[in-house]
């Protein structure tokens, strides 16, 4: 078993193993330590062909392929979400995920989160924060060209701005709007399907 904390600034990955998957039920997760800390990130590729075939048949040769160069920092897992954008991975101990990813862009994710870094091709939010916070992070992530993952946080209060802040102090206030976007599969052989996408309508320094 692996237990992830995805908040910046205080990320860790742990690992144990257990007899039965019934003890996780025991399990205190709040506890400081669980487990044996991991030193090597670690990348869940979605292979879950039930859910979309996509995930499968595309998640599942890059799985296999980083593998043999990146093991034991790579596994095959269930549903992530965003199947639209298969094949999916999840990054830990930082959240981040990533969507229409190729092999390339998963080995240089990997190679990154051993230096401590982010990997910006691909990526489409850290985890930890909400679908409106994921953007405005990644908007001012990329406006300063900043790969450390753990220098900005996010806050943000339904329907005001959302305020990301630098270790170093600086904020920026970040407008996110939900705009429709063209109409598209939801998945592979689906019929296309009204959806929206939350934009960075605004980004301003204080």
């Known amino acids: ?5 995805t908040t910046p600034g205080a990320t860790s990955l742990h690992t144990a193993t ?6 996780l039920l025991d399990l205190d997760f709040d506890a400081p330590q669980l487990g044996e800390a991991s030193a090597e990130p670690l990348m869940l590729i979605c292979t879950n062909g039930r859910r ?6 595309l998640g ?3 799985a ?6 990146f093991r034991p920092s790579v596994w095959e897992c269930s549903h992530l979400g ?5 094949p999916t991975a999840l990054l830990l101990p930082t959240g981040y995920t990533y969507g229409r990813l190729d092999l390339a862009t998963a080995q240089a994710a990997l190679l990154a989160a051993r230096k ?23 908007a001012v992530r990329e406006r300063l060209g900043e790969f450390d993952p753990d220098v900005l946080t996010v806050s943000e209060e339904q329907d005001e701005p959302v305020r990301v802040t630098h270790l170093d102090g600086r904020s920026w206030v970040v407008e996110v709007v ?6 598209a599969p939801a998945g592979c052989g689906e019929e296309p399907a009204p959806r929206s996408a939350f934009v960075v309508a605004g980004l301003h320094l204080l």
Not at 18 to 23: A, C, F, H, L, T
Not at 82 to 86: D, E, L, N, V
Not at 178 to 183: A, F
Request: proline share 8%.
């Open 52 to 57: 979309d075939r996509c995930c499968a048949v």
């Open 60 to 62: 599942r040769p890059i």
């Open 64 to 69: 296999e392929e980083l593998d043999h160069g």
């Open 82 to 86: 965003g199947h639209r954008f298969a």
């Open 178 to 183: 939900e705009r429709p976007v063209p109409p």
């Open 18 to 23: 257990i007899d039965d998957p019934r003890e």
């Open 1 to 5: 078993m692996f237990l992830a904390r």
């Open 116 to 138: 401590g870094q982010v990997e910006l091709a691909g990526v489409r939010g850290r985890s930890t924060w909400s679908r409106r916070g994921q953007a405005a992070e990644l």
